[in-house]
């Protein structure tokens, strides 16, 4: 093997996580992309500092890899309960976003969930075959 491909393999190596965090969005909200933005920001927040709290060996290695995260899909509010009731008996923080109702969308419309920063294998054991947003 020369010199630059051992390098690459070296560089591929370190770009793997083995923490992150999930954002789960609903399809059948017609949110603008602001507003979307904002719940997203909301949940990861909330789950980070949650994290942080609850199981900071999670929550410092999750941050020292860069803070990896993904969001993803669902058809609509139901999908969210099956998967923070997953993410909860597996021990991964989880947050459901509920809006206050002062712009786009009702108050108590439930948004988006967040879930984890937790290792990569548990994370996936809940959100792993939902497609990315």
């Not at 789960?24 to 979307?36: A, C, P």
């Not at 900071?56 to 998967?83: C, H, I, M, T």
């Not at 969308?105 to 054991?125: F, R």
């Amino acid at each position: 093997m020369n010199p630059s491909t051992r390098l690459i393999i070296l560089k591929k190596k370190k770009m793997e996580f083995e923490y992150k965090m999930v954002i789960v969005t609903r399809k059948d909200l017609d949110l603008s992309n602001g507003k979307l933005a904002a719940q997203v920001a909301h949940a990861a927040v909330v789950c980070a500092l949650d994290t942080k709290k609850q199981n900071s060996k999670w929550f410092n290695r999750w941050q020292n890899e860069g803070g990896k995260k993904a969001v993803v899909k669902v058809d609509s509010e139901k999908d969210f309960y099956p998967l923070k009731e997953k993410a909860e008996k597996l021990k991964i923080v989880t947050y459901l976003v509920v809006d206050a109702g002062h712009t786009e969308i009702p108050a108590g419309t439930k948004t988006v969930l967040g879930v984890g920063p937790a290792p990569e294998n548990l994370i996936d054991q809940v959100t792993g075959d939902l497609p990315l947003l």
